[in-house]
Structure formats: C-alpha cells, structure tokens
C-alpha cells in the first residue's frame, strides 16, 4: 500500500492495486482512536476551520488508510476520531457527535449501508460521505439512495476528501467554518439562503437534506436554463454515473415533493434536455 509521509492535501491514495489479506479478512484495528493535533500542525488557521471545532468521525477498517485521512483532517485544524468496523462507529457517533462522518462502504462486521442507518437513527442530519474501492454504478445509487451525501472512490486526493467534507458540512450549518457574505438566491416565492441553509417557498419553511440543498442551489443559480442530467452530476455529485443518472430523477423527484407539493410547479422537465426552475404560474 502507498501512503504519504506527510498529510499533504496534494496527494492521491490509490489503495492496494487488489485487495490485502489484513483488509479483506477484517484485521485492521477495530478500536477507536482519539486524534491531537501533532507537533508543529495548526489547529485552526487552515481554510477558516474555527479552533478544531468541526469533529469528523472516520471509519474504515483499513488502519493506514484511516490514519491517512485523520492526518489531513486534523492538519486542517479539525477534531477526528476513527473507527475500524461498524460497532464501533456506531457507539463512537454517540459519544463524538460528528459533524461529518467518513464511511467505507465495505467493513468486515456490517456494511457502510447498515451502519448509516443505526448513526442517522441517533443524528438524522449528520453528513455522510461515503468511502470505497468499489466503482460499480450501483454501489454508488446504493448509498446515495439510502441517505449518503457524497461519494468517494479509490483513487482519490485528499484534497477532494477535505473539499467534499468542507461542502458538506457548510451546507448542513456545521460548526468552525468560516462563513462567507451573506447571499440569497431567490426564484418567484421560492428564497434559499446560501449561509443559514434556510429554504423558503412563500412562507413556508423547506427541509431539505445536503444533496437536495445542493441540487436546489445549482437550479437556482441558473433560472429558466435548462441543465442536462451531465452537468448536475458533475456539479452536485462531481463525477458521473457512466450514463447511468438515474441518481438525477431521484432527487429532483425529491424536491418536488417538497418544494413543488400542493403548490405551482417550479421544477420542469425537458425531455431529453434535461431540468429548469423557474417563477411558478
């Protein structure tokens, strides 16, 4: 296994060009390990992390890998715990109180999907970004599908790990982020507020989860465009399905429910174009 020497964000993890003994069989560490900062690191000066207060649980039961992703976490000044089967997570989410959870899909007691549903049962809006070697279309519709926020494969650069969970935490109102000028984007009745996370349709306040959020805000930022099924991938999800999108009707299904529901219609479909929002009536 390649792995850095230094948590520098630059880099890329590949993993084990096939899977190793220790982490097919389920030998990595399976205790949880309470992350400091180490000597000559910045605990909150990087990227308007708030004094270490965003706490990140990460979870996978390859320990290099695992060790990995902490020290880049905390070199960004946040808090980290890990965890190397799902047990373990689960009782360590209950103690941590996350704001963001780092989740390999594969861990040798449960699978990523069985464990974010026991943490989601504790902390319903917890962030989750999945973690895997595996690339098949259907792991990754899986895990959005049953309430994972983003997705993850090897070969991956820390910095996109760091700009995912940076995303994903802002857009649920995590705490140690530095927050940027206020800004509200708004169509006909329909207000989102890009800081408070708030949604507003008339005055009617909208729950909506991180990837539902994004998806909203990509169409709000562009009224009465058309946007193919492509460029919501690449923008909400930031890499595409191999032709497969069905991710994309998901959850613009989703946001009609909530945003479209006994009201005007403001998300259109195109057929074979793609979708738009615009004023209703």
């Not at 190793?20 to 399976?30: I, M, R, Y």
């Not at 070199?75 to 047990?87: H, I, K, N, P, V």
């Not at 970004?129 to 690339?135: C, E, G, N, S």
């Not at 909530?258 to 998300?267: C, E, F, H, L, V």
Request: glycine share 12%; net charge neutral; aromatic share 6%.
């Amino acid at each position: 296994m390649r792995t850095a020497n230094a948590p520098r964000t630059g880099g890329t993890y590949r993993g084990a060009d096939s899977p190793s003994p220790s982490h097919s069989l389920g030998h990595a560490p399976t205790h949880t390990h309470t992350h400091t900062p180490s000597p000559g690191i910045s605990t909150g000066s990087r990227g308007g992390a708030g004094g270490g207060e965003v706490r990140v649980l990460v979870v996978d039961d390859e320990a290099s890998l695992a060790e990995l992703l902490c020290m880049a976490l905390r070199y960004e000044g946040w808090q980290t715990r890990s965890a190397g089967d799902g047990a373990t997570a689960v009782r360590t989410a209950r103690d941590f109180r996350p704001d963001a959870v780092v989740l390999d899909v594969m861990l040798p007691d449960m699978d990523g999907l069985a464990v974010l549903r026991k943490v989601r049962a504790d902390l319903p809006e917890v962030p989750v970004l999945f973690l895997t070697a595996r690339d098949a279309v259907e792991d990754r519709i899986a895990g959005l599908t049953a309430g994972g926020d983003d997705y993850v494969t090897k070969p991956f650069s820390l910095e996109e790990v760091v700009a995912r969970l940076r995303g994903l935490i802002r857009r649920t109102g995590g705490r140690g982020l530095t927050a940027r000028p206020g800004s509200e984007l708004v169509v006909g009745d329909l207000r989102l507020d890009e800081d408070s996370h708030e949604v507003w349709r008339g005055e009617d306040e909208v729950r909506l989860t991180a990837t539902e959020f994004e998806l909203l805000r990509f169409l709000m930022r562009n009224p009465k465009r058309v946007l193919s099924k492509a460029q919501i991938l690449d923008r909400v999800w930031n890499y595409d399905f191999g032709g497969q999108a069905n991710v994309v009707e998901l959850y613009i299904s989703y946001l009609r429910k909530k945003i479209d529901a006994g009201r005007t219609p403001m998300i259109h479909t195109r057929r074979g174009a793609g979708y738009l929002i615009k004023p209703g009536g």
